[in-house]
Every structure is written in structure tokens, then in C-alpha cells.
């Protein structure tokens, strides 16, 4: 089974803004950068929504370039699915989600669980989910087995343009083997959706164990 955990990273400022750590260069030629951190309207900001494959230290990063929705993040599971999923495991008959309990893939959000309902009837799969509990998204592994090498390996260098973040976020790379792919998603995702009564009754959904709220499965409608 492919158990996968998911997160959104930080958005990030494109543009030739400072960027925290440090980068060797030549002596006495330090980059040079803007001296303010203000978003440039032109140039937008990146949401990096990761997917971290556990099985296979196999990172996938969905870069959006709009809004961290709950459709932008069950987007990225689908994206990671049909480009990484189903090429590794073509054999998959359900695939195991753990993530945190807040933002846009909470626990209390219906929005999240509607659309994982969608990838599941387009594609077979049974989707188990694990809700950490609230504070506790420190045991999330995305966060200390991507993401912080993500960090790590663009320290010092301005994210100048959605090429330069693409090329640092795919060449991050571990001595224990991690792999990261990248793909850009220049989607529009709307804020403010709510689900309907109809979205909501129409999830074939079972909740698991005494904290049914954060475990549950979700089946395709048949």
C-alpha cells in the first residue's frame, strides 16, 4: 500500500528578495537583493503542496501558483497519482493519506473530503485518512523528510522566477536517496467554497476507531 504524507509549505515571494541561510560564493561579491519583502503583484507568490511518498523516500511537489484550497490540495494527491502513484504501485488497490488537522486539508473540512471522493471514484482506489491530532504536526514526516531539505538545499538564493524554484526544489537530493519531483499547477482555485448538502451526502465515506473524525476511509461510489 502507498502510504503518503501531504503538507503545503509556506508560500513563498517571487522576486529578488533575500532568502534565509547562506550560499558559497566568490570573496568580496556577495548577491545583492532587495531590501524589502514586499510581494511584486507581477511576479506573484508559489504555494509548494508536498506529497511525500514514505515507501520510497520519493518526494512530489504540486507548485501552485494560486490559492492553498482544498481543491488545490486534493489536486496535488491526484496530480502525484497519475505522475508518480500508479507507475510505482500499478497494482494499488488503496493508497493511505496521513496529514494534519488544520488548513486546507483539515479534518472538519468537507470541501476536502468531496474532491478526495472524486479521485477515488475516477480511479478505483480505496483512500484511507489519518488526521494527526491538533499540535501534533511535528509527527507529520513531510515536514523533516522534505521539506527541510527543500529549505536546506535553496537557503541564500532569491526564488527570482517559478523557474528558478522549480529547477532548486527538483535537485534536492539526500545522501539516504530522497528524490524530489516538481511539477508547476497553474490552476485557479477559488477561496470561500463551501460543500453542499448534496457533496456531503454523496461521500461514501466510513469513519474508523474512538477518533472517527480523524481516520476514516472513503470508497468509490459504485
Known amino acids: 500500500i502507498p502510504v503518503i504524507s501531504i503538507d503545503c509549505k509556506k508560500k513563498e515571494n517571487i522576486g529578488n528578495f533575500k ?25 506573484g507568490k508559489v504555494a509548494p503542496y508536498g506529497v511525500y511518498l514514505i515507501n520510497e523516500n520519493l ?52 470541501l476536502f473530503k468531496h474532491y ?27 515536514e523533516h523528510r522534505l521539506f527541510c ?18 529547477n532548486l526544489i527538483g535537485s534536492t537530493k539526500t545522501e539516504t536517496g530522497l528524490k524530489v519531483i516538481c511539477k508547476v499547477d497553474e490552476n485557479t482555485y477559488e477561496t470561500g467554497k463551501k460543500a453542499t448538502d448534496e457533496q456531503k451526502e454523496s461521500l461514501n465515506i466510513e469513519y474508523l476507531g474512538p477518533n472517527e473524525k480523524w481516520n476514516y476511509i472513503i470508497r468509490p461510489n459504485v
Open 19 to 43: 532568502n534565509n541561510g547562506s550560499e558559497y560564493r566568490k570573496a568580496k561579491d556577495p548577491r545583492k537583493v532587495l531590501d524589502h519583502d514586499f510581494p511584486l503583484p507581477e511576479l
Open 59 to 110: 518526494g512530489f511537489v504540486n507548485l501552485g501558483t494560486s490559492h492553498d484550497t482544498p481543491e488545490f490540495a486534493a489536486e496535488s494527491v491526484r496530480r502525484w497519482w497519475n505522475i508518480v502513484g500508479k507507475n510505482t504501485y500499478p497494482d494499488a488497490k488503496r493508497i493511505y493519506i496521513t496529514c494534519d488537522n488544520g488548513g486546507s486539508n483539515g479534518s472538519r473540512i468537507w
Open 116 to 142: 478526495l471522493q472524486n479521485i477515488s471514484n475516477e480511479t478505483g482506489l480505496e483512500i484511507h485518512v489519518s488526521h494527526f491530532p491538533p499540535g501534533t504536526s511535528k509527527w507529520n514526516k513531510i
Open 149 to 166: 531539505y527543500i529549505s536546506k538545499n535553496w537557503q541564500g538564493q532569491p526564488l527570482i522566477d517559478i523557474e528558478t524554484v522549480v
